[in-house]
């Protein structure tokens, strides 16, 4: 993990130092966090202007440039996730911190390389979008 303040580099930023802006956020507490690896992330629950909130943010990379993002003037912060995606974040969030990360992966992967299977679907969804058009 690369840490240089005040230089260029400062590749992996542990959410839970994420506190900015200072007037806006409060009680940072992580759910998940990727970790020091390629492109980490994290989602944490937080009190955003007083108010619960959930956040999310990518954390940077090990060797990369910058503090991840989003940042605010060169200093790292939260992109709050809208109110009707707030479950749904949180339930994939502890699902993943509970070991599923992994799993989670293998599975898109799996997905990724079934190509009959995918093959079906562009079938099936061009047949919706000429549906549509003949209506």
């Not at 911190?97 to 898109?108: F, I, P, S, T």
Request: proline letters at 6%; zero cysteines.
């Amino acid at each position: 993990m690369d840490y240089l303040k005040g230089a260029t580099i400062v590749s992996y930023i542990d959410p839970k130092t994420v506190l900015s802006p200072k007037q806006l956020v409060d009680d940072v507490e992580v759910v998940f966090d990727a970790g020091p690896k390629e492109q980490s992330w994290a989602v944490a629950t937080l009190s955003w202007d007083h108010k619960d909130a959930v956040g999310i943010r990518w954390n940077g990379e090990p060797g990369g440039p910058g503090i991840g993002t989003p940042q605010a003037r060169g200093v790292p912060t939260w992109f709050i996730v809208p109110d009707e995606l707030q479950d749904t974040v949180l339930e994939a969030a502890r699902k993943l911190a509970h070991g599923n990360y992994d799993e989670l992966k293998a599975g898109y992967e799996a997905m990724a390389k079934d190509s009959e299977h995918e093959r079906e679907a562009h079938e099936w969804s061009e047949g919706l979008i000429a549906d549509q058009a003949n209506e």
